[in-house]
């Protein structure tokens, strides 16, 4: 009797394990997003969501990257000055693969002609599933996404929640820039890209690197990679990474950083950090430069005044990002 009484717990034991993992398949089947291996589901998900406010077919460049796309490139300055459509597909600390993932994204419903990608990104870790700091539980989120995913349930909440929660608020009117009045000065050296610094570019981000150039050549749109005017973090050894993989590949490497003379960055007002992201007035200085250099090499077409542009005007209106 006693036997028999072991073997039950041990059946039932065994079951309850089987069916826990029937489930832990089952919900991470419904969790893992259908448009690719992200790193984060929440980012993504807004950003996607935000974007699809666009009218289709009304995008020509799409800035990819991290925070230093939404800190440098504005959209409706590019609009007002040069009449150049974009939209800036980043977010804070955003990895290359969401990046890649949004920008596959943004084709579905658009027909950019060029992809803007920034290099800051390049050189952080791209992996859709490591965390440095948890190495011991990517091997649980590989088999089992529902924990790489567990905040998925963040990108069904209502609007009140979103507006509480600050990871889930979606910025639309500005196209993905983010306006900011703060400035604090970089005081540290003018010479800055000359700090030795032992770095590459890992394999993980190599890996995405490729993805994206691949993505680009496939769809027949120029990929141009781009470092935004960063004190606190660019070197030459960063640049001369870029610049070797660029030639390597005929790609366009556009380092804002060697322009900051032409662009008059004057880091007592253009950056709102120290020196790791620009500031509004340095953001001005930037998109400038950027939406001349787009014209110029892409000619591409200008949308200004264009009915189908109508509420460009009033969104510039209404936050003032260019008078």
Request: net charge negative.
């Amino acid at each position: 009797m006693f036997k028999s009484r072991m073997e039950n717990k041990k059946f039932r034991g065994v079951l309850f394990a089987v069916l826990f993992v029937i489930i832990l398949v089952v919900l991470s089947i419904a969790v893992k997003p259908d448009y690719g291996e992200v790193y984060n589901i929440v980012q993504v998900k807004q950003k996607l969501q935000s974007f699809s406010k666009e009218k289709e077919n009304t995008i020509d460049v799409i800035f990819a990257g991290n925070s230093e796309v939404y800190s440098t490139f504005s959209p409706l300055q590019l609009y007002m000055e040069q009449g150049i459509s974009s939209y800036c597909m980043s977010e804070s600390a955003l990895r290359l693969c969401d990046a890649l993932e949004l920008t596959k994204a943004a084709f579905e419903t658009q027909e950019p002609k060029v992809v803007v990608l920034e290099a800051d990104a390049i050189f952080s870790d791209a992996d859709p599933h490591k965390d440095n700091y948890a190495l011991p539980t990517n091997l649980i989120e590989d088999i089992f996404p529902i924990f790489h995913y567990h905040i998925f349930y963040k990108s069904f909440t209502t609007s009140e929640w979103r507006r509480k929660d600050p990871d889930l608020r979606i910025e639309h009117p500005l196209r993905g820039f983010i306006k900011t009045d703060l400035a604090v000065p970089y005081t540290g050296p003018a010479d800055y890209m000359n700090r030795e610094e032992n770095i590459s570019i890992g394999d993980d981000s190599m890996e995405y690197l490729e993805k994206f150039r691949i993505f680009c050549e496939e769809k027949k749109v120029p990929l141009v990679l781009t470092a935004a005017p960063t004190p606190g973090s660019w070197t030459w050894a960063r640049h001369n990474i870029l610049q070797e993989y660029a030639d390597a590949h005929d790609i366009p490497f556009v380092d804002m950083n060697l322009h900051l003379e032409e662009m008059e960055i004057d880091w007592n007002k253009d950056t709102m950090d120290g020196g790791n992201h620009l500031s509004f007035s340095g953001s001005k200085k930037a998109s400038s430069f950027m939406g001349k250099y787009l014209m110029e090499n892409y000619r591409l077409p200008n949308h200004y005044g264009e009915e189908a542009y109508a509420d460009w005007l009033k969104d510039n209106e209404e936050f003032e990002v260019y008078e």
